[in-house]
């Protein structure tokens, strides 16, 4: 086989910008060695290639690099500014196709942030604050922390949006459900914000609000949901029919109904308590829930922070509901008896030496010698009307009635010590009971009164006595009548003296006819023998 001549070879010398693929050789401290046509060998710097690529080398693997010198031993390449070329190529296929970049947060400036769109090198863009909600644009950004936005210019500079790319991904969702027949879909939780979840779902990431996706009223999510766990997630149909974007998971059920029950019938719940504050505590309920137990409902007695620890169980109930602003409100108190109550349920009716402290109207409040709350209505100090004040500080003994609604208090009486004289003086006089010649007590400007015991008085209105009854009394000071009505807010016995006289006269007519058998008598025949005839 005859060999080339020399002078039929062309060999062609690399100039500096210059591309070429290269095949990698070898690998020092500070260079990767490849090798370029002919067996010769050139070397880049090994700060051009990241850990991955280092780790995946082998004597196989092609790299295409740009000449930096024309040296004949070991010339300089790089790999920068071809890296630099696709990344740019990258972006604009990106921007054509409107998918999402994972730009690095740089630097924050008054209206917008300064992000690298770079994976590889330096490409500046930056987020203007008007393409960002106010929570984001807010948020504390560590550097090369990513934050996934969407390009909508490249003319002058990158510049990004993340509103943008969240309607980009509504539209691509609200375009397969519309093409696909489905109910509910699987999807991962990669974001847990304030108010909302971001799950991703074929490569879609699709804001959730708190609202379709928990009853919880806790305020931080992360304690309802975990990152990178996956839920079955309902879709939502609009009133027309029209699936939208709105997400539900599937696995939950409504429990504001089991709360408002709780409520009405006072049922006893128990709960982890997950902090204590000195205006109450808050407790945990069924993991998504926090329940508010303020102060006052601590405790019967004064609230003290060091009673309560976190995470310890606590029993309670429902006081308030208010679904619209999730926010519930519990008592201790109700779980536990007051010595009020202790002390009412082994001791009901019995008496109680109490020494009251202060007026406040129509009560007046004090402590029993146990130590205990007490209030007495001053409509119970006395059966007699006028006699309803008390002395402050000074001990009094009483009788228990009742225990206070809200089962912290005790409400005495005075008056129940004795009997009810109204009831004691009613008794005397019953309903339409004859009275005849009875005493007459007292005479005043309208009334004729027979009997009274303290508040108490039984008597006969001029207007119900006869005029013969009015000129008998004279003479004998006697009157009768019949027992007509009682007045218990007055404590007053009315009694009727021509009622009393027409019933006699009936009477009397009913003995003579008979007496007459048959005989049909008239007044006259009742009265003739008392009639003087001149």
Not at 130 to 150: A, G, H, P, R, V
Not at 191 to 217: P, Q, W
Not at 490 to 503: A, D, M, S, V, Y
Request: with cysteine.
């Amino acid at each position: 086989m005859n060999q080339p001549d020399i002078k039929d070879i062309e060999i062609s010398i690399p100039k500096i910008g210059d591309e070429i693929d290269c095949t990698f050789s070898r690998i020092d401290k500070e260079f990767v060695y490849v090798e370029f046509g002919y067996k010769s060998e050139g070397r880049i710097k090994i700060t051009e290639f990241t850990d991955e690529e280092i780790k995946n080398f082998n004597i196989n693997i092609k790299i295409r690099a740009e000449f930096k010198d024309e040296s004949f031993s070991f010339p300089i390449l790089s790999t920068s500014n071809i890296k630099r070329s696709l990344e740019l190529e990258s972006l604009e296929a990106k921007f054509k196709n409107n998918d999402f970049i994972n730009a690095k947060f740089i630097a924050k400036k008054d209206d917008h942030i300064i992000v690298n769109l770079g994976e590889k090198n330096f490409i500046k863009g930056k987020i203007p604050k008007s393409e960002m909600s106010d929570e984001l644009f807010n948020n504390f950004y560590k550097k090369n922390q990513t934050i996934k936005s969407q390009i909508i210019s490249l003319e002058n500079e990158y510049i990004l949006s993340i509103n943008e790319l969240k309607n980009t991904y509504n539209l691509k969702f609200l375009e397969y459900i519309k093409n696909n027949d489905i109910k509910e879909i699987s999807a991962k939780i990669t974001e847990i914000k304030d108010n909302n979840i971001v799950v991703n779902f074929m490569n879609l990431e699709i804001d959730i609000d708190r609202e379709n996706i928990t009853y919880s009223n806790k305020k931080n999510l992360n304690n309802v949901f975990k990152k990178n766990s996956t839920h079955i997630f309902n879709l939502i149909k609009s009133n027309n029919g029209k699936r939208i974007s709105k997400l539900q998971i599937n696995s939950l059920k409504n429990p504001w109904p089991e709360l408002r029950n709780a409520k009405n019938n006072i049922i006893e719940l128990n709960g982890k308590i997950i902090a204590v504050k000195d205006f109450g505590i808050f407790v945990e309920y069924n993991k998504i829930f926090d329940i508010y137990i303020p102060s006052k409902e601590c405790s019967w007695k004064k609230y003290k922070v060091n009673d309560f620890k976190v995470n310890d169980s606590i029993s309670f109930t429902i006081t308030n509901v208010n679904e619209s602003e999730k926010k519930i409100l519990g008592s201790i108190k109700n779980c536990i008896p007051s010595d009020e109550e202790l002390f009412y349920n082994a001791n009901k009716s019995e008496k109680i030496s109490v020494k009251f402290t202060k007026d406040i109207g129509k009560d007046y409040i004090g402590k029993s010698i146990q130590g205990l709350n007490v209030i007495i209505n001053k409509d119970d100090i006395s059966w007699s009307n006028d006699e309803n004040n008390l002395n402050l500080n000074e001990l009094y003994e009483c009788k228990l009635i009742r225990l206070s609604n809200k089962k912290d208090t005790l409400r005495v009486s005075i008056k129940n010590l004795t009997n009810n004289p109204w009831v004691t003086f009613k008794n005397k006089f019953k309903t339409n009971t004859i009275l005849e010649d009875v005493d007459i007590l007292e005479i005043d400007k309208e009334n004729i009164i027979i009997d009274v015991y303290q508040d108490c008085k039984a008597f006969f209105p001029f207007k119900l006595v006869s005029e013969n009854a009015l000129e008998n009394l004279k003479k004998t000071n006697k009157i009768s009548g019949i027992v007509d009505k009682f007045d218990d807010k007055k404590k007053q016995i009315l009694l009727n003296n021509i009622k009393f006289e027409k019933r006699l006269e009936k009477n009397q007519i009913k003995d003579f006819n008979k007496s007459q058998g048959e005989y049909n008598s008239k007044l006259g025949d009742v009265f003739k023998d008392k009639i003087r005839i001149p």
